[in-house]
């Protein structure tokens, strides 16, 4: 009869612990929804740079923008969600690789605001860079010190984390 009661205890404590609260629910759904106005946002961004580019998704979910030589590369599960600025909305970044023929890639990434549950490009970004997280409205990046034609461009020795605040509309680095 004890071992009865404390097996009906431990199977209450770990169904009461699993549990999924009906906030996380809505969080993943709001996350979904605004990485889906990303990635059509991202993709507008490149249609507007592209005349008339044709579109293509693998099957692991990366978009191609393509034109003559020129293809252009949207990875959605690339997207991150998160606080940037000061309102409590989530916020997007979005970065976009551009490849001219067999030249090394251009990297452009766009910062998203959410204004009243729409995202618009706040912000573009140029450069060797990775976004890696938001966290308390601090976006981190990635950087190496070597131009990205160097051999020793991805060695993690010359790679830096850097700390970037979005104030007044424009990326504050902090140190």
Known sequence: MRNYIFI????????????????DKTN????????????AIAGNFVKD??????KNVTNT???IYSEGDTKCLVD???????????????????????????RLPVKEHLILLNKNGKLTISKELAGE?????????TIFIETS?????????????CKEV?????????????K
């Open 76 to 102: 959605p599960s690339y997207i991150i969600v998160g606080e940037i600025d000061d309102d409590d909305n989530k916020d997007a970044l979005v970065s976009i690789f551009t490849f001219y023929g067999q």
């Open 49 to 54: 740079k592209l005349k008339d580019p044709a």
């Open 145 to 157: 010190h070597m131009a990205p034609d160097s051999p020793f461009a991805d060695c993690q020795v």
């Open 28 to 39: 993943i759904k709001s996350e979904q929804k605004i990485r889906k106005q990303a990635t």
């Open 8 to 23: 009906c205890f431990i199977a209450t404590f770990l169904t009461a612990c699993t549990q999924n609260s009906g906030s």
């Open 129 to 137: 860079m990775k976004f890696l997280s938001i966290s308390d409205r």
């Open 61 to 63: 979910g990366l978009i």
């Open 162 to 174: 850097r700390k970037y605040k979005y104030v007044a509309g424009d990326t504050v680095r902090i």
